[in-house]
């Protein structure tokens, strides 16, 4: 099992015949994803050979659904596209849509999330990597061969991280891998992933991976605290960021000691998560914590 996406995911990309959708629906496709289309209106009735496969194109996203049955949809388009490529996918019905873009204007995220949740669509980003079911489906730019199936699920608001923690867990192996994105508008949290892993019967233990500025970490922490029982390790990213000094992702916005590294990790700590100092160090506290240590 994993959470969100599973080898009978079916895949629409929206921007498949740009230069970032052909490269990644052709590396999506090398990993096993069925990719059933892409969707472009001024190219609709075509299609694109990736190697040893034919991709339709379709017009628009329904139009996508009700040709091939299409379940999870992948946003490569520009950022001044995004908020209607992903009001067009919620309308059409999609269960989930993982929107790859950065640059989205915090306005238009504001409102495509909030129009997905009243379609019943889950956004994965914007701004993010995706994620990916090892060994099932890979929907997004998250590396396929870094890491194999297994039963440590993870989420993580950093891309870099959540490969350089798939990497260094490789022999161990994930469920699913989620790159919830770092923008100020995100539309799946720490806290949903948690509860979906909790849920997930073939998720035996979850890192969370999180970063300096907001509050999401230690809201996350307050959810664990009340809600999981599985053991959750965690990397906080941003101990050694200067004071007063313009951190990478736009939600990476500290205010005094409000949003700092060690805020984040005093709160994890205090509901029983193990938190590491480097992801190198996170990695040997999953492994410790799997062989039943300390």
């Known amino acids: 099992m994993a959470i969100h996406l599973t080898k009978e995911s079916k895949i629409l990309v929206q921007g498949m015949t740009g230069g970032e959708g052909m490269k990644h629906t052709r590396r999506m496709l090398a990993s096993g994803t069925n990719v059933v289309g892409g969707v472009n209106p001024r190219k609709a009735g075509r299609a694109v050979d990736f190697d040893d496969r034919s991709v339709p194109v379709f017009g628009s996203v329904h139009e996508g659904i009700d040709a091939t049955g299409a379940d999870v949809t992948v946003v490569f388009v520009p950022p001044a596209f995004a908020k209607a490529a992903v009001l067009e996918a919620s309308d059409a019905g999609i269960g989930l849509a993982v929107v790859i873009t950065e640059g989205i204007p915090v306005h238009d995220a504001v409102a495509f999330t909030a129009h997905a949740r009243t379609r019943g669509t889950r956004i994965i980003g914007p701004n993010c990597p995706g994620l990916i079911s090892p060994g099932q489906s890979n929907a997004g730019i998250i590396p396929a061969d870094i890491a194999k199936p297994g039963r440590i699920g993870l989420v993580s608001k950093s891309g870099t991280l959540t490969y350089q923690l798939m990497y260094e867990l ?71 960021a200067p004071e007063g ?11 005094g000691s409000s949003g700092t590294a060690r805020a984040k990790k005093e709160a994890l700590e205090a509901a029983g998560v193990k938190v590491g100092s480097t992801p190198t160090e996170t990695a040997q506290q999953v492994l410790a914590v799997l062989a039943g240590g300390a």
């Open 245 to 255: 000094r313009t951190m990478g992702h736009a939600g990476a916005i500290v205010s």
């Open 170 to 240: 490789r022999d161990i192996g994930f469920s699913t891998c989620v790159g919830i994105g770092g923008d100020p508008v995100v539309g799946t949290t720490h806290i949903d992933c948690l509860a979906a892993f909790q849920d997930d019967p073939d998720t035996d233990l979850i890192v969370l991976i999180g970063e300096i500025g907001g509050d999401a970490e230690e809201r996350a922490a307050a959810y664990i605290r009340d809600h999981v029982t599985k053991p959750v390790v965690g990397y906080i990213a941003g101990f050694t």
